[in-house]
């Protein structure tokens, strides 16, 4: 299991701030949707273009906010896009109709979006000598929170009312403020000092930007637990609807006992991408044993479906590791959330494209389409080395041209 506190202050408070916030999240990503469907009563298809609408515009404001966080000051920056996901949150109240619920969640999706970037220079800062480490340590923390909102949402649904809901969403948006709030106990951390050469490196950034595009593609396995096991379970096999909780909670008690120590032996650019390596290969594995639960007895299924969620789950550990080692290593310490906002475009692409393309291939095709996104998967993984490669020589490369060019600005300033 991993440890329950953090090693230094600073790390105890950006967790205890992680998990609140995570709390609330945790009620949106569970009731949302239905708040939205059956509270307000929006047809789903405008809930799902609102929806979109919103992803793609996360995506614009992910790397001018991280660019933001280094230049000035990474913790103001992280509790502004905090207090705004909370306004922006209880909005919903008011969203009683298609346009105030699309500025609505296109203001939360775009807060959320540049917290995550604004957040990576806190965890890089105060992350000690291994930041990966302790950013796998939230990704924790993450998933106990969520959990805990997810129960609490339990009983929003289960009631059911609009005034059940309504305090869900002033729940989840008091989550917010209380994660802004606790940041206060955070030492500020001095912003970057700027340096020469282009101000947004890390779009120049060809190598970085083909590992992003990589993860981008890897990420659509999230979606594999969330949106395709449970379309799957309930249309394509014999196996008992109680079926998809279990599988949540089987990936989500494995992330949390088993991501720290996972990411332990994942210490090098290198290492990160023969985890991609074989992250891509468990994921071809458990799609496989997913399409061989159809039309088999339930026992039978259920046993596969349970076996194929473990070992997905597994790939999952590797996945997220990778990404949380080679977007640190390879990002410039001066323009950490820069980077981290660039390679989070790979997930937001995921996210929005994801579930229509799981449909479209393991539901709509059926069988066939799960061998298809399984071999996706392992393809991409087979592709990380040489990319992370090319990542590692680039660096290198600017690291002897710095070394070349430093006596020689000394001299002049001499």
């Given amino acids: 299991m991993p440890r329950l506190m953090p090693d230094t202050g600073p790390q105890r408070v950006l967790a205890a701030s992680n998990f609140i916030y995570t709390v609330g999240s945790g009620l949106y990503l569970t009731a949302g949707v239905l708040y939205f469907t059956e509270a307000v009563h929006l047809p789903a298809s405008q809930v799902g273009l609102g929806l979109g609408i919103a992803g793609f515009l996360a995506l614009a404001l992910g790397v001018a906010v991280g660019h933001l966080a280094d230049r000035h000051g990474a913790r103001g920056i992280y509790g502004a896009t905090l207090v705004v996901q909370a306004l922006a949150t209880a909005g919903f109240v008011l969203a009683d109709s298609f346009w105030p619920f699309v500025l609505a969640v296109c203001a939360a999706a775009a807060a959320k979006a540049a917290g995550i970037a604004a957040r990576s220079p806190l965890i890089r800062h105060y992350g000690g000598d ?24 339990g009983g929003v649904v289960a009631v059911g009312t609009l005034t059940a809901y309504h305090l869900m969403v002033v729940g989840n948006a008091i989550a917010f403020v209380v994660s802004a709030v606790i940041l206060i106990l955070l030492p500020p951390v001095a912003p970057v000092p700027t340096t020469g050469g282009p101000r947004w490196i890390a779009l120049r950034d060809r190598p970085y930007l083909l590992l992003t595009v990589l993860d981008g593609i890897m990420a659509v396995q999230f979606k594999v637990l969330t949106v395709a096991i449970p379309l799957w379970i309930v249309g394509a096999t014999t196996a008992p609807h109680w079926l998809i909780s ?99 475009l790979g997930a937001g692409l995921a996210e929005a494209f994801g579930p229509g393309l799981l449909i479209a291939l393991c539901i709509t095709w059926g069988r066939p389409g799960w061998y298809v996104a399984g071999a996706m998967f392992a393809l991409t993984g087979l592709a990380a080395p040489p990319a992370v490669r090319w990542a590692q020589n680039q660096q290198h490369h600017q690291h002897t041209l710095q070394t070349q060019l430093a006596p020689t600005d000394k001299a002049s300033t001499a």
């Fill in 130 to 153: 291994r930041p990966q480490e302790f950013r796998a340590y939230l990704r924790a923390v993450t998933n106990v929170g969520i959990s805990f909102g997810a129960m609490l949402a």
């Fill in 246 to 344: 279990a599988t949540m909670l089987t990936g989500t008690i494995i992330v949390v006992a088993f991501q720290v120590r996972a990411s332990r032996n994942i210490d090098s650019p290198a290492a990160g991408a023969h985890a991609y390596r074989r992250a891509g290969a468990a994921f071809l594995i458990a799609c496989a044993l997913i399409s061989l639960s159809a039309g088999i007895p339930a026992c039978a299924a259920a046993t596969l479906l349970i076996t194929a969620v473990v070992i997905h789950t597994i790939g999952e550990l590797w996945h997220s590791a990778a990404g949380f080692e080679v977007s640190f290593a390879l990002a410039p310490r001066h323009a950490t959330g820069q980077y981290l906002g660039v390679f989070g």
